[in-house]
Every structure is written in C-alpha cells, then in structure tokens.
C-alpha cells in the first residue's frame, strides 16, 4: 500500500528491488480523506521506480462507522480499505499478491488502525524488524526517493475533533486553508485541527514566531472559509 509518505515509499522501493518490478503493485487510495499531495507523491514514486501503480477509489464517508469519528474510526478505515483493494487485485488478476503495510516501529502503540491490518492478513515488515521513522528517512535519502524530505502527514479525518461528524465540504476546506496557511509560512509544516467551529493550528517551535507576526493575514483566510476563528497551539508540533 503506497501512501505517498516516506514509510511506504521506501517499502515499495526495497519490494521492487527483490521481487523486480514485474512482481510488484503499488496501490494508492483517493479517497475525501486523502490529500491530493499524498497522491502526488505516489505517483512520483512509481514513476521513479518503473512499477504498475494503482489508483483505487474509496468513499469511507459512506461508512457511518468511519463518518461517526469514533476513536473506531481508524479500524473500520483500514478494513474498508483493504477490502477495496482485494477488490482492485482480483479485477485486474493479481489477488495472489500479498498487500504490505508501511507502519514503522515508532507508530506501533495506540492505533486501532493495526488490530485490522493484523486481522486482514496484512504483512508489515517493519514492525517485524524493529525498523524506526529515523532508519527509514536515511533510507530514502540513499535510495534517492522524492519523499526522502516530505514532511509527515496523515489522514483529513485526523484534523476533526473526535465525535464530530466528518463531511466531505469541511475536509476540503482543512486541505485547502492548510495549502495557504502553509504557503504563507513559506511552505512550513503544520496542522489546522477543527474543534467546534474554530481552527487549532500546529507548528514546530521554530515557526511560531511567523504565525504570529502573519496573524492578520492567517485570521482571514481562515474566517473567509467560514470558520468561527483561530488559535495557535503553544504545544509545538514535533512529529518527523
């Protein structure tokens, strides 16, 4: 499964390197909770490495467990997921093909995400060898993969306070403000998180300073999106 991320990536390109691209598919899900820049590095990825890529859609939205935004949410997720892309295997003739996941050692504690890999049959060589974000960042700088440097990032739906109901308008525009936002910062990385009608935004440390003296400008594209307003989260953002 080929998210776009670094973890994945890496993990497609050690398959095509011992398997020989013929006997690999790199399998990319679009979806109201996926970003489009997510997608696009997918793609840049199975460009590089010559491989088969798939692009298959999936509404979770249409899921009330997924759409409730339960602390379930992740593991319907997954088993909707995967069910899609047996699917997508059988139909186009390769459902002998084993599905493999990018998890890493340092993701492996509190996602009910895991429980449905495990239970679907999904192999996650990571988590087999103890593997960490920072061995898999190396990696990709040796391997010279287009995501050795993008940032992290996960689903839309983690943007949305749990219990708040996900709708596909309020997912586009958390993607979109998070574009301008971002830009605006000079492309930093961070996080818009909806509570209750307002945005949280996260930031590394280093970056604070930028949203303050921008201020101005962040409250109005956030506002003009039809947000109630912002805060910014004094907790800095640290993921890798």
Not at 100 to 125: M, Q
Not at 173 to 180: D, G, K, R, Y
């Given at each position: 499964m080929l998210s776009g991320g670094v973890d994945s990536s890496v993990l497609t390109y050690l398959a095509v390197k011992a398997s020989g691209p013929e006997n690999v598919i790199a399998i990319t899900v679009n979806s109201p909770l996926t970003f489009k820049i997510d997608v696009d590095f997918a793609c840049k990825v199975t460009k590089l490495l010559n491989v088969r890529h798939l692009i298959v859609q999936v509404d979770?939205?249409?899921?009330?467990n997924i759409a409730l935004n339960t602390?379930?949410?992740?593991?319907y997720c997954k088993k909707m997921r995967i069910k899609v892309i047996r699917e997508a295997l059988k139909a186009h003739g390769y459902d002998h093909f084993k599905i493999i996941d990018g998890t890493n050692i340092d993701e492996a504690h509190g996602r009910p995400g895991l429980k449905a890999l495990k239970e679907e049959g999904v192999y996650s060589p990571?988590?087999?060898f103890d593997v960490t974000k920072n061995e898999i960042r190396e990696l990709a700088c040796r391997f010279g993969l287009p995501t050795a440097h993008k940032p992290p990032n996960?689903?839309?739906?983690?943007?949305?306070e749990l219990?708040?109901?996900?709708?596909?308008?309020?997912?586009?525009?958390?993607?979109?403000?998070?574009?301008?936002?971002g830009k605006l910062l000079g492309n930093a990385t961070l996080r818009a998180r909806m509570s209750?009608?307002?945005i949280r935004i996260e930031v590394p440390e280093d970056v604070m300073h930028r949203v303050?003296?921008?201020r101005h400008e962040i409250m109005r594209i956030i506002e003009d999106k039809?947000?109630?307003?912002?805060?910014?989260s004094l907790k800095p953002y640290a993921r890798r």
């Amino acid at each position: 499964m080929l998210s776009g991320g670094v973890d994945s990536s890496v993990l497609t390109y050690l398959a095509v390197k011992a398997s020989g691209p013929e006997n690999v598919i790199a399998i990319t899900v679009n979806s109201p909770l996926t970003f489009k820049i997510d997608v696009d590095f997918a793609c840049k990825v199975t460009k590089l490495l010559n491989v088969r890529h798939l692009i298959v859609q999936v509404d979770e939205l249409s899921n009330i467990n997924i759409a409730l935004n339960t602390p379930l949410r992740c593991y319907y997720c997954k088993k909707m997921r995967i069910k899609v892309i047996r699917e997508a295997l059988k139909a186009h003739g390769y459902d002998h093909f084993k599905i493999i996941d990018g998890t890493n050692i340092d993701e492996a504690h509190g996602r009910p995400g895991l429980k449905a890999l495990k239970e679907e049959g999904v192999y996650s060589p990571y988590l087999m060898f103890d593997v960490t974000k920072n061995e898999i960042r190396e990696l990709a700088c040796r391997f010279g993969l287009p995501t050795a440097h993008k940032p992290p990032n996960s689903c839309k739906a983690t943007r949305i306070e749990l219990f708040t109901p996900l709708r596909r308008e309020i997912l586009d525009l958390i993607e979109e403000l998070e574009i301008e936002v971002g830009k605006l910062l000079g492309n930093a990385t961070l996080r818009a998180r909806m509570s209750n009608g307002y945005i949280r935004i996260e930031v590394p440390e280093d970056v604070m300073h930028r949203v303050f003296n921008l201020r101005h400008e962040i409250m109005r594209i956030i506002e003009d999106k039809g947000f109630k307003g912002v805060t910014l989260s004094l907790k800095p953002y640290a993921r890798r």
